[in-house]
């Protein structure tokens, strides 16, 4: 497909971020806590904004194929593809290798940039107290416990991003919701090229558990900016018709039949990433438009098209803001002088639209003014009123804080109290309150107060989203980059807020930490947007901000004379230390070596010798810098390394590190490190030999591109392997057995994986054993190389029902309890223990055949048992969602092998897969591979799972529908009980059926899915 827009794409994008720049107050100003004795520590250094040009730059650098400087379009689509064969293929071949368990490590407690919250429009409280959330990087949350935790709904392995919900509010299709993806604005993997784009929007008719792709929503390729729909600002629906718009760049479109069919109503010239839009429409129909003043002046402002028949259709929409040259009405800004618009409707009062656009950048204080205005439309009286003289601007002035900030309209929202058209609340970098009308405002969210980036209590600066509970109006969601926040009084003098974050799981990881010592359960990470964080009290899922900016490199020392230092920076070249007993948002020492702050790249790199954390490396360009006293070391100490600068050569960066494992010796030990233009070194003694000492190079016929990550066998640094993150190259991933000789011996075993971007890589030797695995992290997930390696890589996927297709940007590893870290960019950090001992069982074949195809066999056969329990055989209709069916005792200790067989009479899918646990009598288990039994010639049907069955009723396809369908549920005497659509691609079907309408008895369960109808009988106890 030829690109429309992809050169003036960077042009006017970078512009757009390069503005918003000035007054991005994220959270490297917010951390400034206080404590009891404020004036004995420093605080955090890095009061700058985070760096959304230079995190997409960072981003599209790491991808892009070096000969085109492109992302290949449609990468991501054939890399979920290969992924999703691997996987299979795996589970048809079976392999004997067990799969390790992950756990989700943290953060559940916080949330990330949070866009859209909606409450089911059946919420009351009790029955019912469904919550709907999208995190730009995290995806689709669900909540049924009014908030209090949050489960990810987006499909596994697809698009993790959302940017608004909407539900069908009509009687009888409440169970539909629509989300769009696609953020023109802050997200950090946004760059030309890069796949973090939209690619339409998603649809669920089963109130959001399950949800599928609306092909025709954006046909475009996801890598590459061609049409307006690859960011999508807003998704509504009509509440008279169910017709659905999307709010996208310099465009309205509309879907008349369900997300089927997508035309235009309403659009100018489109030509790039700023033209930001927005939509909402009254309990009537009446709909309004925002154009942004980045759009063309034939378009920008205000639009609104009557309720009836005809509205939305293209033709009835009538500009009433935003008209002529000059602006229009009187103190409307000109075309090119304001930028992101967005409107609120007052609720009691439907006549009444506020609309707050982004004005201008002020200045850094002296003389600063408001970076927005406000506007109120009245329908009825056809008028505008000015309300921008009043915004909050409060005594003193701190850029980015007071006056009224928004950040280029990055964070920019308008809302009415549902009970009150007088009560406004509008969001920027704070949420402010005025209950006149707009005359006067109360700050109450965000910073504390207009002298210091200090929080303000349990809130969040950068505000996106601000709802109120059905029937509640006082009980009002604030979403942020934060997360999601409650409070219970929004008129209070001082608003108190709740976090509502348990199991958002949202967080953008670049690099993850783990603490040294074995045993020991405390981890660290630096996230994009969301600083250093680290779980609270060392152990656990719930996590604390350690310090601000745009997170980068960490480490956590051994203990040191007592004491544990953490290392942690910011963007662009800042180190920090810390003992893990200082206060959140302070630091110990700046110790960024001299000259270096504000330089490099935009994920700032260091690297702690993890066996030897005394002994610390930070890189900065082609610059390396060293020290063996990490404790103590001051921006003035350190060594430079002048023989490394120059063999990597000023036009280079390096971009990983990677010392020897083990005890730190002169003899033995070296560092490797990789550069941005595809060549890998090895300095010996690294911190012991001179200054001016030249590395090695160790190249081998690697492909130009960016050197993502070195892994060293703990056991031997002769082996290392090494990744490359770039598309469109032949041969990411490397590996040697003799890293030490002067010109190593390179093999590529990319195998069959060979269209991901690898980021991350990791080695276990497992003791007293020659067996050693290899981990690699990927933009499709986490994947471990098999028996056959290296002449044979033969990679299968890791935890593909826990970490799924996760962007895996970080793997740590402790070697002495085997214990793994992974990091993901969007889904947090998850945790594994991989085996240090022969398994308890030796699982040596697991195996299954179909029987007539209407039962399995499954048989598997151990070499030996020690202190064995039994066997618990799971299923799964999807290879992902696993439920125990049977427990079979186990033999308990046996020297020669046994054979184990279990017949499952179940009915089966077209797809039935298994897996085997195996659990000791300490109850520590294991898991087997998984088998896939496909059904040959599977036809269409109908199963009724647990019958009889008590108010919810589950039901499964024998496969996927293949197009989309209708299920009824009928009682004995034909009255229809229940109706719902089927989605295309659903197979497990939810009935959740209210006690009040259904009694004990027989009931006909019917499917009608193109021209299969299928029909099954449900008893209720």
């Not at 991003?161 to 993806?181: H, M």
């Not at 601000?466 to 509640?472: A, E, L, T």
Request: glycine content about 10%; proline content about 5%; hydrophobic content about 35%.
């Amino acid at each position: 497909m030829e690109k429309r827009f992809t050169p003036s794409f960077f042009t006017h994008f970078f512009f757009f971020l390069l503005s918003i720049l000035l007054l991005t107050a994220c959270e490297s100003r917010k951390q400034k806590v206080e404590n009891e004795f404020p004036e004995n520590r420093p605080h955090d250094p890095n009061g700058r904004m985070t760096d959304f040009q230079g995190a997409l730059e960072y981003e599209f650098n790491m991808l892009k194929n070096p000969v085109t400087g492109t992302i290949p379009e449609g990468i991501r689509d054939m890399e979920q593809n290969q992924a999703r064969q691997i996987l299979e293929n795996q589970y048809l071949t079976g392999r004997p290798e067990a799969i390790n368990p992950y756990t989700f490590q943290g953060p559940n407690n916080l949330g990330g940039r949070t866009r859209t919250i909606v409450y089911d429009v059946r919420y009351n409280g009790t029955s019912n107290q469904i919550i709907l959330a999208g995190g730009v990087s995290g995806g689709v949350f669900k909540s049924t416990d009014n908030g209090a935790t949050w489960v990810r709904k987006s499909p596994t392995g697809d698009h993790f991003s959302c940017t608004s919900l909407a539900q069908d509010t009509r009687p009888g299709f409440q169970d539909t919701w629509y989300y769009g993806v696609g953020e023109a604005s802050g997200n950090s993997a946004s760059a030309s090229g890069a796949f973090y784009s939209g690619n339409g929007v998603y649809k669920s008719t089963d109130n959001g558990e399950t949800w599928t792709r609306l092909a025709s929503s954006n046909t475009s390729a996801l890598e590459s900016f061609s049409v307006a729909q690859d960011f999508i600002s807003k998704v509504i629906v009509d509440p008279t018709d169910g017709n659905v718009y999307i709010a996208c760049l310099a465009t309205i479109r509309r879907s008349t039949d369900g997300g089927t069919t997508w035309t235009t109503v309403l659009n100018g010239a489109l030509a790039n990433t700023s033209q930001m839009t927005d939509i909402v429409v009254t309990s009537t129909g009446r709909l309004y438009a925002a154009f942004g003043g980045t759009n063309s002046s034939t378009i920008d402002g205000v639009w609104t098209s009557p309720a009836g028949p005809t509205s939305g259709d293209a033709g009835t929409w009538t500009q009433i803001a935003g008209a002529g040259a000059g602006g229009s009405p009187a103190g409307w800004n000109a075309e090119a002088a304001y930028g992101r618009l967005v409107l609120g409707i007052a609720p009691s009062n439907e006549n009444l639209v506020y609309a707050l656009y982004f004005s201008a950048n002020s200045p850094a204080c002296a003389g600063a003014t408001t970076e927005a205005e406000l506007f109120r439309w009245d329908n009825a009286g056809g008028t505008w009123t000015n309300l921008s003289a009043t915004l909050p601007d409060e005594a003193g002035c701190l850029a980015g804080n007071d006056p009224f900030a928004v950040q280029g309209g990055y964070d920019l929202v308008v809302a009415v109290k549902p009970d009150d058209p007088n009560t406004i609340f509008i969001g920027g970098t704070n949420i402010y309150r005025s209950s006149d009308a707009g005359l006067t405002w109360t700050r109450m969210g965000g910073y504390n107060s207009p002298a210091s980036y200090a929080l303000y209590p349990n809130s969040h600066p950068d505000i996106h989203e601000i709802v109120f509970q059905p029937g509640s109006p006082l009980i009002m969601l604030c979403g942020n980059d934060g997360g999601i926040q409650r409070t219970t009084d929004n008129t209070a003098a001082s608003v108190v807020w709740t976090p509502l974050n348990t199991g958002y799981r949202t967080y953008q990881y670049y690099y993850v930490d783990i603490d040294p010592r074995v045993g020991n359960n405390k981890v660290i990470g630096g996230a994009q947007d969301n600083g250093s964080t680290r779980n609270t009290g060392g152990s656990g899922t719930s996590f604390e901000l350690v310090t601000g900016g745009d997170g980068v490199s960490v480490g956590l020392t051994d203990l040191i004379a007592g004491t544990q230092y953490e290392y942690v920076g910011s963007q662009n070249g800042t180190i920090n230390r810390r003992t893990a007993g200082t206060a959140l948002g302070f630091i110990s020492a700046g110790i960024t070596p001299a000259g270096e702050a504000g330089t490099g790249l935009f994920v700032t790199l260091f690297k702690l010798d993890p066996d030897n954390t005394e002994r610390l490396y930070y890189a900065n360009d082609n610059s390396l810098y060293r020290t063996t006293s990490a404790s103590t070391v001051t921006s003035a100490t350190w060594t430079s390394m002048t023989g490394v600068a120059s063999s990597v050569g000023g036009a280079n960066d390096i971009t990983c590190l990677a010392p020897s494992r083990g005890t730190y010796s002169a003899a033995t030990s070296s560092l490797f490190f990789g550069t941005s233009n595809g060549r890998v070194f090895r300095l010996d003694d690294p911190t012991g030999v001179a200054a001016a000492t030249a590395p090695v190079d160790i190249t081998g016929a690697f492909p130009a591109g960016n050197i993502s990550s070195i892994a060293v066998n703990p056991r031997n640094d002769d082996t290392i392997i090494v990744t490359l993150s770039n598309y469109g190259i032949v041969g990411n991933v490397w590996w040697t057995g003799n890293a030490n000789s002067a010109t190593p011996t390179w093999t590529n075993v990319e195998g069959l994986l060979t269209l991901p971007s690898f980021r991350s890589a990791a080695i276990h030797a497992v003791p007293g054993s020659p067996e050693v695995q290899y981990y690699v992290g990927t933009s499709v997930g986490l994947f471990r190389s098999g028996t056959g390696f290296p002449a044979t890589p033969g990679w299968t996927q890791e935890g593909a029902s826990d970490i799924g297709n996760a962007v895996v940007t970080s793997l740590a590893f402790r070697p002495s309890d085997a214990n793994l870290l992974v990091g993901t960019h969007g889904y947090g950090m998850w945790k594994t223990s991989l085996s240090l001992f022969a398994l308890p069982v030796q699982l040596t074949e697991f195996k299954g055949q179909l029987i007539n195809n209407k039962s399995s066999l499954l048989q598997w056969t151990t070499s030996s048992e020690a202190n064995s329990k039994q066997f618990e055989l799971e299923r799964s209709f999807d290879g992902v969602n696993f439920k125990k069916i049977a427990t079979i005792p186990a033999a308990g200790n046996s020297n020669s092998p046994i054979n184990y067989s279990y017949r499952d009479n179940s009915p089966l899918t077209e797809f039935n897969y298994y897996r085997l646990r195996s659990v000791d009598i300490d109850n520590a288990s294991k898991l087997s591979n998984i088998i896939l039994l496909k059904t040959q010639n599977a036809t269409q049907d109908l199963q009724v799972l647990g019958n009889p069955f008590k108010n919810n009723l589950n039901l499964r396809l024998v496969k996927p529908a293949a197009q989309q369908g209708v299920l009824t549920l009928t009682d004995m005497a034909g009255r229809l009980i229940y109706r719902r659509t089927i989605a295309k691609g659903e197979q497990l079907l939810q009935v959740q059926l209210s006690p009040a309408k259904i009694s004990a008895g027989v009931y006909v369960v019917q499917a009608i899915i193109g021209k299969d109808i299928m029909k099954a009988t449900a008893i209720q106890e």
